[in-house]
């Protein structure tokens, strides 16, 4: 009898030892992008300079068109961004030339980090770092110029996606800004 008590209770405590041990089931930890794979989205784009609106500044009525139409896609954008987000930027101008594809992260609108593509943090001070909040003011600062501002827009979120600026007479004041693969950050 007194083995079976001894049992009973070496038995009846297992579970519980067990239990203690273990702690609660807890959600898979949601994973960020790595760098690399983030920068995979700079080889496809489904918006092109093939799809943007051209407003030639020195025709009547084309600022009043540009600013109108950066007005309602800014409305939009306002709706439905991210209070925090990362994207994909790349400005190419005559001068200074090509920079290359930044990951710009921003926080309430404004940028709080940047990198290259490997990995090395970008300068936030630099002509080429900005947010999406930025680049919708540049574009309307276009419209003062005489020229022809070409731009395409991010169908889901509605920011310009595709920039390009031509200050006339031109040929070396081009400006080429690419915006893509805008994601929500925690």
């Known amino acids: 009898m007194t083995k079976a008590i001894i049992a009973m209770l070496i038995f009846s ?9 273990r ?13 690399a794979s983030t920068f995979r989205d700079t080889a496809v784009s489904n918006v092109t300079l093939n799809d943007a609106q051209t ?21 939009l954008w306002e ?8 994207f994909l930027l790349r400005v190419d101008c005559f001068c200074p030339g090509h920079r290359g594809w930044l990951l710009i992260e921003a926080r309430r609108g404004q940028p709080l980090q940047a990198w290259d593509r490997t990995g090395k ?15 919708f003011e540049m574009v309307d600062r276009a419209g003062d110029m005489d020229g022809v ?15 390009r600026t031509v200050r006339l007479p031109g040929p070396d004041a081009w400006t080429i800004i690419d915006a893509r693969g805008l994601r929500p950050v925690r």
Do not use: M
């Open 13 to 21: 405590c297992i579970p519980v030892a067990c239990r203690a041990g």
């Open 23 to 35: 702690s609660a089931p807890q959600k898979a930890p949601v994973e960020r992008p790595t760098l």
């Open 55 to 75: 407003f030639e500044l020195r025709k009547p009525g084309q600022r009043y068109a540009l600013r109108a139409t950066l007005r309602q896609k800014r409305e």
């Open 79 to 86: 709706a439905v961004r991210p209070r925090d987000y990362e």
């Open 121 to 135: 943090a970008a300068a936030l001070s630099e002509w080429n770092t900005f947010s999406i909040d930025t680049l």
């Open 149 to 163: 501002v070409q731009v395409a827009f991010d169908p889901r979120w509605h920011f310009p996606a595709n920039v």
